[in-house]
C-alpha cells in the first residue's frame, strides 16, 4: 500500500518555478532518498509534502487520501479537520533541530503527542521515555538542549518525531549542522530505523549512505526527477549529469 502518493507537484515562489512537475509514490516499509544540488528543489519537495507549503498544481495523498487534489491545474486542499488527520501520518525530522530551548529533553519529546494526539501525561511519558532509551539518550532526560552535542539533538529531535508514532517519517538534511563526527551518531540511528522497517524518506548529501541505506534514490534537479531507481541503477547510471552529480563526493 502507498503510504504517500504525489503526482504533478508544481511549486513557484515569486514567479520562480522550483517545483515544476513531481510524481512519486512511496510503498510502506521503504526508504527513498532524495539527492541532487542545491537548489534543485528537494527542501521545497519535502516542505510540500508535508504541508509546511502548499503546492500550487498536482495531487497529494497519505494512504489513499487526499491532503489536496488538482482541479484544472490548481491544487485545492481539504479542510483543515481532514488535513490535521493527515498529519498525523507523518513525522519530520529538520536539519537544525528546532527544539524548545526553555524545555528539558523530556518535555520536548512529551509534549506534542499531550497538544496535538491529546494522550495523557502518563502516555506521553512512557512513549518519551521508551524512544530517548531506544535512541540512546536515557541519561538526558532532564538536561536542556544547550547542554547537548549536535548529535546529541537532533536524536532528541528524532525522538520526539517517533513519539508521535508516525507512519512515515521525514528527513531534510539530518546531518547538514553536525560535523563528521556526531554525523555518525545520527546516520547510525537511522540504519536502526531502517532495520525496524520504518517508512522514511531523507533528503541527503550523503551519498555512501544513500547508497547503503535506500531501496530507492531519486535525482532531482532543475524541479523534475531527472532519474529513478535502485542505488545500483543510480550509481552506475547511463545519465551523464547524474554520473558527473555523484563523482564529485567519490
Known sequence: MSLLS???MKKSFDGLEVLKDVSLTVEEGEVLSIIGPSGSGKSTLLRCATMLERMDGGDLQYLSEYAARDVNGKSVYVKKKELRKLHRYF???FQNFNLFP???VLQNVMEPPMLVDHVSKEEARERAVRYLTQLGLEKKQSAYPCQLSGGQQQRVSIARALAM???LL??????SALDPELTGE??????ELAKEKMTMIIVTHEMQFAR???DRIIFLEGGVIQAEGTPEAIFHSDNERVRDFIGKFD
Open 6 to 8: 504525489i503526482n504533478h
Open 91 to 93: 513525522g519530520l525530522v
Open 102 to 104: 526553555h524545555k528539558s
Open 165 to 167: 508514532q508516525p507512519k
Open 170 to 175: 521525514f528527513f531534510d538534511e539530518p546531518t
Open 186 to 191: 545520527v546516520l547510525k540511528v537511522i540504519r
Open 212 to 214: 547503503e541505506l535506500s
